[in-house]
């Protein structure tokens, strides 16, 4: 009985390890392209245009962080808005655009690939019967919710936000 349990804890720890050096593996591959994008609108943004140097300072500070979090992600956030912007202003040089355009295309595809390692790794951790073993030995990761080039909702307050079909359910009922 000892043999199965320990051999069982094994093979999870090794499958949640394996799991999570793919998360970071693709992690490694999308963020220095963050980095480099952060550079780009920072040049692009010149003489503080679009945004305050104050700004990009505090933006810059969340940037650096190793790991996907809420805050990291704002960050994010609040740069694809200065691209969107910067690519909506008709004084904006087409050659920038298009530059902006590709990096987009490459983030968001990075960010996919991402995403799906992070799921895969968060479905294992939290399926059963793993979750038995796993469930406060492992946190799940943050998704990297955030498509760059259109408009997004601000990750730290989108999940306050009550869905429209919620509440059409409510007024339906007819509360009293």
């Given at each position: 009985m000892v043999l199965i349990i320990t051999?069982?804890?094994?093979?999870?720890n090794k499958n949640?390890?394996?799991?999570?050096?793919?998360?970071e593996k693709e992690w490694n591959y999308l963020k220095p392209e963050i980095n480099s994008y952060f550079k780009l609108i920072v040049e692009l943004n010149g003489s503080g245009k679009y945004i305050s140097e104050d700004s990009l300072d505090l933006i810059?500070?969340?940037?650096?962080?190793?790991?996907?979090?809420?805050?990291?992600?704002?960050?994010?956030?609040?740069?694809?808005?200065?691209?969107?912007m910067m690519t909506s202003d008709t004084l904006f040089f087409e050659a920038f655009k298009d530059t902006l355009q590709l990096r987009h295309r490459k983030l968001?595809?990075?960010?996919?690939?991402?995403?799906?390692?992070?799921?895969?790794?968060?479905?294992f951790i939290r399926g059963f019967p793993v979750n038995l073993y796993t469930?406060?030995?492992?946190?799940?990761?943050?998704?990297?919710?955030?498509?760059?080039?259109?408009?997004?909702?601000?990750?730290?307050?989108?999940?306050?936000?009550?869905?429209?079909?919620?509440?059409?359910?409510?007024?339906?009922?007819?509360y009293k």
């Open positions: 051999s069982t804890r094994y093979f999870l949640i390890v394996s799991k999570s050096k793919d998360v810059s500070k969340k940037v650096d962080e190793n790991i996907c979090t809420l805050d990291f992600l704002e960050c994010q956030f609040f740069i694809n808005k200065i691209s969107l968001n595809l990075l960010a996919s690939n991402y995403n799906d390692e992070v799921l895969k790794y968060n479905n469930y406060k030995r492992y946190k799940t990761k943050e998704v990297f919710d955030l498509v760059y080039g259109i408009e997004n909702m601000n990750p730290k307050t989108k999940y306050d936000e009550v869905p429209d079909w919620m509440l059409e359910i409510e007024k339906s009922k007819d």
